[in-house]
């Protein structure tokens, strides 16, 4: 009898909710710190020999010339950028806290690391450049953003190897800003896979610790890929005579090409991180906005209940009795543990959560 009845829930619950969100936190990640990658923290130091010679090259740098109407152009229209952004993007775009000096190292950073209270999406990249090793590979790219780039670090918040490990690229945490899309770099997180992946797909390796990343950073920022974010690149075409900027809608998981003129992250991993974007729709479905210094819950028990979905669940629950109830319970934990459709398994949760708001009434 219990059974049937939990097989009836289901089959209303589907058909009537259709889609809501995993309840717990993915698996997190395990992401190689800096420290154990050997980053030379002396790049990020503005009293280094480093940024000596960088310090004294720009001074006997003799620039190409350019005429004083050229250059005033210049000038006028990466201010129009700047202000146009601030003044319609600035919850988006506003920096709550700034980081110049590194205690833990001792120094002074050639490049204050800037924090903002939410991150409202995820770009994602390939490196195009090919490494023999991933230990190399990340010192490379760590001298070259930081150095050559003049970044003061890495532009990437994440960078995944061949073999699917991921490292932490920029210092400093969740929140900070990065430099890896120029004009979007506030409020995004940046991901790169290394190698060019123009004619080739990331192999099973990569592919799994991108999702697992993804899927990650979307719950602890909550970021629900079904929504639309503004993004901005520099314009091109005739309408550059008289806006510096082209602006547009796009999800929160996007390729570094939707957020400016580029070829990255190369064709191949372009249709592998639509793949991504479409299978985990639904899991992101209820995700609200985690800011800097909230505690993201392991459930969201209470918002769930809030919804007009969740409410049907729980007036259809609440026909039975107590009894009934804690033996559906039972089931719909035994049935949880092997379900593998993830439709299904969502709907199962729900008739959890209703479940125990009733029995905690």
């Known amino acids: 009898m219990v059974k049937f009845i939990l097989s009836i829930l289901t089959l209303l619950a589907l ?26 923290e002396q790049f990020t130091s503005v009293e280094s020999s480093y940024w000596q010679e960088i310090f004294t090259a720009r001074a006997n740098y003799v620039a190409p010339y350019v005429s004083p109407e050229v250059a005033q152009k210049r000038r006028d229209d990466s201010r129009k950028a700047l202000n146009y952004i601030n003044q319609n993007f600035s919850k988006e775009n506003t920096i709550t806290q700034k980081v110049s000096y590194d205690v833990e190292w001792g120094f ?49 918040n994440y960078v ?54 993804i899927k990650y950073l979307a719950w602890e920022y909550g970021i629900d890929f079904n929504n639309k974010y503004y993004y901005h690149s520099n314009c091109s075409g005739e309408k550059c005579d008289t806006f510096p900027l082209e602006t547009y809608r796009d999800s929160t998981l996007v390729w570094h090409r939707d957020t400016g003129h580029t070829t990255c992250p190369g064709d191949k991993l372009y249709a592998q991180i639509a793949q991504i974007r479409e299978d985990n ?81």
Do not use: C
């Open 15 to 40: 058909s009537s909710i259709q889609v809501s969100h995993a309840l717990d936190a993915p698996e997190k990640p395990t992401i190689i710190p800096r420290i154990s990658w050997g980053a030379n």
């Open 160 to 213: 995944i190897w061949y073999d699917g490990e991921i490292f932490e690229g920029r210092k400093w945490g969740k929140y900070v800003w990065a430099a890896h899309s120029k004009w979007n770099n506030y409020s995004t997180a940046g991901i790169a896979v290394m190698w060019d992946y123009s004619y080739d797909p990331i192999n099973e390796a990569q592919y799994t610790s991108l999702e697992k990343l």
């Open 281 to 361: 729709l639904l899991y992101t479905k209820w995700f609200k906005t985690v800011k800097r210094g909230e505690t993201v819950p392991t459930t969201r028990d209470d918002y769930e209940v809030k919804t007009p979905k969740m409410q049907r669940v729980v007036k259809l629950l609440s026909a039975y009795s107590d009894e009934e109830l804690e033996k559906i319970l039972i089931l719909v934990d035994e049935r949880l543990e092997t379900e593998k459709s993830e439709p299904r398994k969502i709907t199962l949760q729900m008739i959890k959560i209703g479940i125990l708001s009733i029995l905690r009434d």
């Open 108 to 156: 002074k950073l050639a490049w204050p690391q800037r924090y903002t209270d939410q991150v409202n999406a995820i770009v994602v990249h390939h490196t195009a450049t090919e490494y023999d090793d991933s230990l190399s590979g990340m010192k490379d790219i760590l001298k070259f953003h930081t150095l050559t780039r003049q970044w003061g670090d890495i532009g990437y």
